[in-house]
């Protein structure tokens, strides 16, 4: 399933890009064409020498998780290619345009609970790229009907450019390649063997994994996991999310930022998109089915879905089932409810999984992705130094 349909084209990598340290010939320079892209191609043990691996490590993901792996990683001075097989950055922390319109139709803001990562996003902050976008939410209950915000009490913080500018600033000085999609890793000798779609094949020593943990399961069916590492893994679980964007050029826009509705049967989120954008005109909804909704219709037809979610959004907001244009996304992997506790997963030599799945109850959002990609590189980091 693709998690981001729009972004940018896909950019030459610049001359000099390459990240310290790397010994080798530059990363685009040395696919190796398969004749069966499902079934990947592992170079005989001569030709496995180390001045011809690419990047001390690959990082598959080019989300929240898999950029801050290869950003602390290559700070400690390794070379790190990530592959990313969308054209757009920041995974489902995403943001498309529709109808001229920047909307954020996966992630809609996040918190920053941790030192660590308020230290970042203070930074995020100062470069003008997110700001404090609401403290605390409203809810909505079908029984009591509104619940004020202001228990809930911390920050939210949203991107004025789009949740996706997060991945674009996490990705600078990274050699990152999209529109590359892993089909398959296995083991050889040292090296783990990255097969890329179409062709291509990756040898590096260390390899981090960051797709949602089912995706990153079929990718490692070749990787010999421990059957008691591969049955943990196989227990992380993941909600669906239908989610529809809704434009409504002639509305006023509600009076809050967004809102949760905690007992609705069919819709978790109401989001008033235009709140985060300066020059925002008209009014642009972002509707989040509820997982059962999500589960139970995740194939419909997609008219069969939009139109009880607008239908749910106007028992709120009156006249918000009469929207003027409407898009729509199918998230399979929306939000893990079933987390592994560790907050990053050493599960063979070199071998890391990463992303908003580990990490227990921290895990499951942006921050939690954060902090899963800082402890992969720290995993490797000491792997490394132990051998
Ligand atoms: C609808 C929705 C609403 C959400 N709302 C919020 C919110 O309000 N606040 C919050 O904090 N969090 C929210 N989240 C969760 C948040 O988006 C995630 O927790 C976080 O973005 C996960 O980051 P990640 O790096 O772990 O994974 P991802 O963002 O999924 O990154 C994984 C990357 O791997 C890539 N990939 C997958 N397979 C391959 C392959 N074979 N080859 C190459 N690349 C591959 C993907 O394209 C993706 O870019 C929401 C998520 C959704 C979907």
Redesign the pocket.
Known sequence: MS??TTGRAPEANAPGDVAPGASGPRAGVVSAPTPDAHVPTIPAPDDAAPEQWVADVVV???????LTAAHDLRRAGLAVEV????RGL????ATRTVQAHRVD???????ARSPRFRHQVDAWIAAGLAFRWAEGLPTWTAAGGWRDAAEGGHPRFACAAGMNTLGKALAQGLEVQRE????HVARDGDAWVIALDGGGVRRAPRLVV???VP?ALE?LTGAELPASTYAELASVGYAP?F?VIAGYPEAEAPGWPGLHLSDHPDLAWIGNDGSKRPASDGTVLVL?ATPAFSREHFDDAVVDNVRPLLRAAAEVVPWADRPAWTDHQR?R???PEHRHPAPALLAGPGLVL????FGGDAG??????FA??LAAARLLLEANAAT
């Open positions: 998690q981001e598959i993901g080019a989300g929240i998780a898999g592959l990313e097989k969308s920041g995974g489902r922390s139709h996966g992630a809609q803001y996040f918190t590359t999609r892993v089909s960051t797709p949602p995706q990718l999310c989610t989040h998230w992997y929306a939000r990463a992303g908003d799945a499951g959002r942006i921050e939690g992705a899963s990609g």
